[in-house]
């Protein structure tokens, strides 16, 4: 039997009048959307097949063989494929590791014979091919999760997929600055493990690189070309692979079905609360740059979320719930997740520590020891923080101090009396979390309604949703990427908030009419938000310091006062309407939880008057150098390395930006120096990316090559650094007149050349 919905008076069961194609159509209507954008934005169709084999038959299928092994009971046919699908990426990671390692990254093609060829062998694991299932999703849980898919697919067009083609067109095209490089690590993934710098060839790469080898290991397996798998097809997945386990595990973890759809819109179709029409990112950014910014934080949400199924049963599962325990196995699936996850997002780990804490002390507080499952799981996740921050970071930093506050210090003028600073710090302070966590007041909900007497796994979901901001204001780094911690509590947070929101549906009892009416004033309310906020000006240069926080405080207060004036009301309207009656507190979660709803829709009207990256740098993308980076990776072997005459975005005083990366991402190729800005042994240098490169020998032997080459230069850096190519900007510098009777010309264009040493 499954948890009801709310107002439900039937469990959801299989129900054999239910026609086999009805069961399918969410899904196939969510594909077909989602394949149709990918198509209009310009993906071609070969690609995009090739694409759906390699998830079906690389990833969705040997993953969720696996998963229905360790699970104790089959429970619903779409837990299995989401949690397998994170499953197959975990064992995709080490696949592509090992193919890598061994030198033969063709043939992690076959990686999927590892699991099948057993599961065909084994008696008792070939009964795993086919399972019954003794429960199916609510026909309105599954549109409705399609209907979160696809509304995000959309954004993601409007925001991106609309305005960034998969390769440069013409000379004027412009780039988010940080694409080129992860494109570049996805490129270096493809034929090295660990990945190097790519921008300077043999630096060890200490940083969370997890999910740029599943971009490579995508690439390598489909056959479809990178920058396609980069640009059109891989975030899109991962965004509804992620979407969809918010959604199962919300169920698991609540037994309530529609905790973790209401959760998946919360995440994916709510965005900040802002009201100022614009771009600007106040504490954090919109999710266009989280997920096209940050390809990781998405690959790890979908590593975080199946963790939090494993954990919630081990530190102790909810009252009530009625969904079969994963057993066992939830160890063996905790490990797996742990140890993909140090790679995913260095911001993962130390949210998951932290919320498992909280559980711990929650027992000594009530005057417990901590269960041993909780302590055993603290050593887990210890164990696999020490891996990740030794051996993978080598104890970099990567520019995160301790700087307590300076996400909110930008907003905060330094020339006022002591009184003012107090009050402007309380109103920045509570902008911050209105902007942030305003879509989490669910949580709020549940533990009132608990008596504020939180059973394990609601303490674990707290604490990761509280750690996460906390450890945002607790740390700095130049680049705001401390704001990732908050995106990691945010898995945990609309969890519970999606928990809190259906408790109080069932204590309000709604009628099917009552629902009805709820859902279309809920619509309503997002509708007329989005309006107002896209009729209002856009957002100006701000003076004061505090003014970007401005629209939003005014805009609470508005909000503020006319729940005010409808709470006053209320019993008047309650006794000519008596439907109302105990469910003021509903209808008022229901609009805080949507305040956000225009977030989205106007960070994708931004993208057609700031496109790339709109408060975010953009870079020079010209064709020309992508075409000439192209022929080099079409006509060089994977280890030869490129030097190039380019390293800065900009020169500024005669200081270098070393932030150019375009060589290393679409020649797939390491270059002996690029721009070093990004290299993790630079990053947080008070210089910040005018810092000098840190081999200036090797600098100086690779820029007389271009200046001033000599056979005797060139041939050090073809003995010395395995360079076989020069790539040439002519437009950056002509290049000496003498390469010409030094090296092989093989490839010119309007604006580069390419060189190959002899």
Not at 398 to 412: C, E, K
Not at 718 to 745: E, F, I, K, M, N
Request: with cysteine; hydrophobic share 55%.
């Amino acid at each position: 039997m499954t948890a009801l919905a709310p107002g439900e008076t039937t469990p959801s069961t299989v129900d054999p009048r239910r026609p086999g194609p009805a069961r399918w159509a969410p899904a196939v209507a969510g594909y077909a959307l989602v394949a149709a954008v990918l198509l209009v934005a310009g993906t071609p169709v070969a690609a995009l097949a090739r694409w759906t084999g390699y998830a079906l038959l690389a990833v969705l299928l040997p993953g969720t063989l696996v998963f229905r092994a360790l699970r104790r009971r089959a429970y619903t046919l779409v837990e299995d494929l989401a949690m397998g699908a994170a499953v197959g990426l975990v064992l995709e990671l080490a696949a592509w590791a090992v193919c890598t390692a061994l030198g033969g990254p063709g043939w992690l093609r076959l990686w999927p014979l590892a699991v099948l060829v057993p599961f065909l062998a084994v008696p008792r694991l070939r009964r795993h091919w086919w399972v019954r299932y003794p429960t199916t999703a609510p026909t309105g849980w599954a549109w409705s999760l399609t209907g979160v898919v696809a509304g995000f697919t959309l954004y993601l067009y409007g925001s991106f997929l609309a305005v960034n083609p998969v390769l440069p067109t013409d000379e004027g095209q412009a780039q988010y600055i940080d694409l080129a490089f992860q494109l570049s690590l996805a490129g270096e993934a493809t034929h090295r493990v660990p990945p190097e710098v790519p921008q300077a060839a043999g630096e060890p790469l200490h940083y969370h690189w997890f999910g740029f080898a599943h971009l490579a290991a995508t690439s390598l397996i489909s056959g479809v070309d990178l920058p396609t798998v980069f640009f059109r097809l891989a975030v899109p997945a991962l965004c509804a692979l992620a979407a969809v386990l918010v959604a199962v595990v919300g169920w698991r973890i609540t037994g309530r079905p529609y905790a973790g759809v209401v959760a998946a819109a919360l995440l994916f179709t709510v965005g900040e609360f802002g009201f100022e029409n614009g771009w600007r990112q106040l504490f954090g950014t919109q999710a266009t740059f989280i997920v096209w910014g940050s390809p990781s934080m998405t690959y790890s949400w979908v590593l975080l979320l199946p963790l939090l199924a494993a954990l919630g049963e081990l530190v102790g599962r909810a009252r009530g719930v009625t969904v079969p325990p994963l057993g066992r196995g939830a160890w063996v699936l905790a490990a797996l997740f742990l140890v993909a996850s140090t790679g995913a997002k260095a911001s993962t780990l130390p949210v998951v520590l932290a919320a498992l804490g909280c559980v711990a002390a929650g027992s000594l507080l009530r005057r417990r020891r901590p269960p041993r499952a909780v302590l055993v799981a603290i050593g887990m996740t210890l164990a696999a923080q020490l891996f990740a921050t030794v051996v993978l970071f080598d104890l970099e930093s990567h520019g995160v101090t301790v700087d307590p506050f300076s996400g909110l210090r930008p907003y905060l003028p330094t020339d006022r009396p002591a009184g003012t600073t107090a009050l402007l710090w309380v109103l920045v302070a509570v902008a911050f979390l209105l902007n942030l966590q305003l879509r989490l007041a669910g949580a709020v909900a549940l533990l009132r309604g608990r008596r504020w007497r939180p059973e394990p796994v609601q303490v674990l979901l707290l604490g990761g949703a509280l750690a996460g901001p906390a450890i945002y204001l607790l740390v700095g780094h130049p680049g705001s990427s401390n704001q990732y911690f908050t995106r990691t509590g945010f898995a945990f947070g609309v969890l519970l908030s999606g928990w809190g929101w259906v408790e109080a549906a069932d204590r309000a009892a709604l009628t099917a009419r009552g629902r009805r009416l709820l859902g279309a004033g809920a619509a309503g309310f997002a509708v007329l938000l989005t309006a107002v906020q896209l009729a209002a000006p856009a957002s100006t240069p701000a003076v004061p310091a505090y003014a970007p926080v401005l629209p939003l405080l005014c805009w609470a207060a508005a909000l503020t006062a006319v729940a005010l004036v409808l709470a006053r009301c209320w019993p008047a309207l309650a006794g000519r309407w008596p439907g109302l009656a105990g469910r003021g507190g509903l209808l008022l979660l229901t609009a805080v939880l949507l305040a956000g709803a225009p977030g989205l829709v106007t960070d994708a009207a931004a993208a057609g008057r700031y496109p790339n990256g709109g408060a975010y740098p953009a870079v020079p993308m010209p064709a020309s150098r992508v075409e000439a980076a192209r022929w080099v990776r079409a006509h060089s072997a994977p280890d030869d390395v490129l030097a190039t005459n380019v390293h800065c975005r900009a020169v500024v005083d005669g200081w270098c930006d070393a932030r150019s990366f375009w060589l290393g991402a679409y020649a797939e190729r390491a270059v002996l120096v690029e721009g070093w800005a990004f290299a993790p042994r630079m990053v947080g240098r008070p210089e910040g990316p005018y810092a000098p490169f840190w081999d200036p020998d090797r600098l100086r032997a690779n820029d007389a090559a271009f200046s001033a080459p000599t056979a005797a230069g060139l041939a050090v850096l073809r003995d010395r650094y395995r360079v076989r190519w020069l790539v040439v900007d002519q437009r950056v510098g002509p290049g000496s007149p003498a390469l010409r009777a030094l090296a092989d010309l093989r490839y010119e264009n309007r604006g580069m050349a390419v060189y190959r040493l002899r």
